[in-house]
């Protein structure tokens, strides 16, 4: 859908006439260019070549399309405990009594957790071994259940590793999937953020145990353009990557720069908010640690205007419902069964 030809010229006549006016309407053709025109739509998996889809596939192909990623408050009250046949023959209950106990690792009264920062990397990093160009990857579970996480781009995320395969070994009875586990807990991580979005999920996905393909993680020393490629090959657009680079407003980091071990990338890291992108721009690297990628993404022609304008006053309200639409399709990288998925939304955490 494009800006009407008539409502351009007045805005520009407008910007002729007064040149105060001139910014903020470039932010307001950005912002609705990007609401419009400049996320992904590719559909991905068996919704592809799908003749019929079910009532789950629609949904998620809505979604991948462009509908609200974001959760209403729809909440879900477990039949019996964990141990009853009632709670065993559902899946939501199952998940419930998982994402109860994920809850009170991720979050305290300062805001998210360490753990909670690295489930939301571990998330993206088994997830982002696909590619259009792989045969197997995505988010799989292969992160937890090959040699993958001993690779040099997944240091740090040992920690949180072992602490999902402690809960894998403890609910894998139930029917859940290490895939599905390590995505509940990126998505239950980032809600448990303050100011944090609640993003649509689903359940099902299938595990492999095969490593996933190498060199297709972005790497912090990385430049703008390779990663737009790299991204563009897992069918996100450039403005898709500004979006979801925003959730280094959790990150702590520990091997980019060893001296500052611990250094986070802004100066909020227990609160999901916008000031990673004000402060990236700013580039003030003695008070956090600014990636030499995301410096990069945040000069870089082609992404420069959306990385501003997720920096600006009311950027927050802006990204975050559009990080959750490119998390979204993050999540269901390489997933090849979207049909038959089970959502599970209801037993996250409401937003704090």
Same mark, same amino acid.
């Given at each position: 859908?494009?800006?009407?030809?008539?409502?351009?010229?007045?805005?520009? #006549?407008?910007?002729?006439?007064?040149?105060?006016?001139?910014?903020?309407?470039?932010?307001?053709?950005?912002?609705? =260019?990007?609401?419009?025109?400049?996320?992904?739509?590719?559909?991905?998996?068996?919704?592809?070549?799908?003749?019929?889809? *079910? $009532? $789950?596939? *629609?949904?998620?192909?809505?979604?991948?399309?462009?509908?609200?990623?974001?959760?209403?408050?729809?909440?879900?009250?477990?039949?019996?405990?964990?141990?009853?046949?009632?709670?065993?023959?559902?899946?939501?209950?199952?998940?419930?009594?998982?994402?109860?106990?994920?809850?009170?690792?991720?979050?305290?009264?300062?805001?998210? *957790?360490?753990?909670?920062?690295?489930?939301?990397?571990?998330?993206?990093?088994?997830?982002?071994?696909?590619?259009?160009?792989?045969?197997?990857?995505?988010?799989?579970?292969?992160?937890?259940?090959?040699?993958?996480?001993?690779?040099?781009? #997944?240091?740090?995320?040992?920690?949180?590793?072992?602490?999902?395969?402690?809960?894998?070994?403890?609910?894998?009875?139930?029917?859940?999937?290490?895939?599905?586990?390590i995505q509940t807990a990126a998505l239950v991580g980032t809600v448990s953020c303050p100011g944090g979005p609640r993003i649509r999920h689903f359940v099902g996905?299938?595990?492999?145990?095969?490593?996933?393909?190498?060199?297709?993680?972005?790497?912090?020393?990385?430049?703008?353009?390779?990663?737009?490629?790299?991204?563009?090959?897992?069918?996100?657009?450039?403005?898709?990557?500004?979006?979801?680079?925003?959730?280094?407003?959790?990150?702590?980091?520990?091997? $980019?720069?060893?001296?500052?071990?611990?250094?986070?990338?802004?100066?909020?890291?227990?609160?999901?908010?916008?000031?990673?992108?004000?402060?990236?721009?700013?580039? =003030? #690297?003695?008070?956090?640690?600014?990636?030499?990628?995301?410096?990069?993404?945040?000069?870089?022609?082609?992404?420069?205007?959306?990385?501003?304008?997720?920096?600006?006053?009311?950027?927050?309200?802006?990204?975050?419902?559009?990080?959750?639409?490119?998390?979204?399709?993050?999540?269901?990288?390489?997933?090849?069964?979207? #049909?038959?998925?089970?959502?599970?939304?209801?037993?996250?955490?409401?937003?704090?």
């Amino acid at each position: 859908m494009k800006t009407p030809l008539l409502v351009g010229v007045v805005a520009a #006549n407008y910007a002729l006439a007064y040149p105060s006016l001139d910014a903020k309407l470039t932010e307001i053709q950005a912002r609705h =260019d990007f609401a419009l025109e400049r996320r992904s739509t590719e559909l991905l998996g068996d919704l592809v070549d799908s003749i019929s889809l *079910t $009532v $789950v596939g *629609t949904t998620i192909k809505a979604i991948l399309q462009g509908a609200s990623a974001v959760a209403d408050a729809s909440t879900y009250t477990p039949p019996g405990d964990l141990a009853s046949d009632v709670c065993k023959q559902s899946v939501l209950c199952v998940w419930f009594y998982i994402v109860d106990e994920l809850k009170d690792a991720f979050a305290d009264s300062e805001g998210c *957790t360490d753990l909670a920062r690295g489930a939301i990397r571990q998330g993206f990093h088994d997830a982002a071994t696909w590619d259009k160009n792989s045969d197997y990857g995505g988010a799989d579970g292969s992160l937890l259940l090959s040699d993958e996480l001993t690779r040099s781009e #997944n240091r740090g995320l040992e920690e949180i590793g072992a602490q999902t395969n402690v809960w894998y070994d403890k609910y894998k009875g139930y029917g859940i999937s290490m895939a599905d586990l390590i995505q509940t807990a990126a998505l239950v991580g980032t809600v448990s953020c303050p100011g944090g979005p609640r993003i649509r999920h689903f359940v099902g996905r299938q595990d492999d145990s095969r490593a996933g393909p190498t060199g297709k993680l972005p790497l912090p020393q990385q430049d703008a353009q390779y990663l737009i490629d790299l991204f563009s090959a897992k069918t996100f657009t450039a403005d898709d990557l500004v979006a979801l680079i925003g959730a280094h407003t959790a990150s702590k980091q520990k091997f $980019v720069d060893v001296t500052r071990s611990g250094a986070s990338q802004d100066s909020t890291p227990n609160v999901w908010d916008n000031k990673y992108y004000s402060e990236v721009i700013k580039g =003030d #690297n003695t008070s956090i640690l600014i990636f030499h990628s995301d410096k990069s993404i945040s000069n870089y022609a082609s992404t420069k205007s959306q990385f501003s304008i997720f920096a600006g006053s009311g950027g927050q309200a802006l990204w975050s419902p559009i990080y959750a639409q490119a998390y979204f399709r993050m999540s269901i990288l390489g997933v090849g069964n979207l #049909n038959n998925l089970t959502e599970i939304t209801q037993v996250l955490p409401l937003p704090r």
